[in-house]
């Protein structure tokens, strides 16, 4: 079942998209909470859910196992493992929980993560990023002001994507690098769960026009800051856009 209660219908897909299917199904029931922590899946029992092979569903566990939302046993069966045991850096992980009720809990933390680590980025990349590196910043940049109007929402998406991902792996740093697909998600799950405005906010795109102004001429200081007033602001939309709810 998907976080919605509904399940898609698996007839007439292709294999890979068979496989996918059920992968983003298990994935959303589970990150949902629709299958709780030490809920049992029967092999046997997905495979006629689905109605597919055995082979289909053990490939698709072999990929839940990788991400840690769930364990095989012997003589048990496969069993759902509880949050604190997830990779909650699997961008599948982050878009699947994203899909769900808890979107404005999970938005918020990934934020958070963000503005602890960009600003850090952003002051290293205007001490590391090469030349090309700065021009394809400027070129993200302006593709942002460019697509910033109008509800093109997912041509600016991908200049924003883009941005992000030369900022962390212009900063020299490869551990950040590897963070440019959680961004990624981040990003895009905002996009497509309309968390955003139809138009950008004009100061933020302004800000991103300058952190790249600021790599460009190597002022750490003022790329760090700049970022940070980003993340600030990402947080201060998250509160009209996603409010989070008591628990």
């Known amino acids: 079942m998907t976080a919605a209660g509904q399940e898609l219908p698996s007839q007439d897909l292709p294999p890979q998209g068979l496989h996918t299917h059920v992968l983003d199904t298990l994935g959303l029931s589970i990150t949902a909470g629709e299958c709780p922590p030490g809920s049992v899946l ?8 689905f109605d597919v092979s055995r082979t289909v569903i053990r490939e698709v566990i072999r990929v839940l196992e990788s991400m ?3 364990e095989s046993r012997r003589r048990v069966g496969v069993t759902v493992r509880p949050i604190e045991e997830w990779n909650v850096y699997d961008p599948r992980v982050i878009r699947w929980r994203l899909a769900g ?3 404005p809990r999970q938005l918020r933390s990934l934020t958070v993560l963000r503005s602890a680590i960009e600003p850090v980025a952003a002051g290293l990349a205007a001490r590391n990023a090469t030349a090309e590196q700065c021009a394809e910043l400027t070129a993200c940049a302006l593709g942002m002001v460019a697509t910033s109007r109008g509800q093109r929402l997912e041509e600016y998406l991908r200049h924003d994507i883009a941005f992000h991902r030369v900022v962390l792996t212009a900063s020299g740093n490869e551990m950040f690098a590897r963070l440019g697909d959680v961004v990624a998600a981040i990003l895009t799950g905002r996009t497509h769960h309309q968390v955003m405005f139809e138009d950008p906010d004009p100061a933020a795109v302004t800000l991103h026009v300058q952190v790249a102004e600021a790599v460009r001429e190597g002022d750490a200081a003022r790329a760090e800051a700049i970022t940070r007033e980003i993340a600030v602001g990402a947080l201060a939309e998250l509160d009209v856009l996603a409010p989070e709810r008591p628990r």
């Open 42 to 49: 029967r092999t046997d029992e997905l495979a006629q859910r």
């Open 68 to 70: 840690r939302l769930v």
């Open 101 to 103: 009720a808890d979107r």
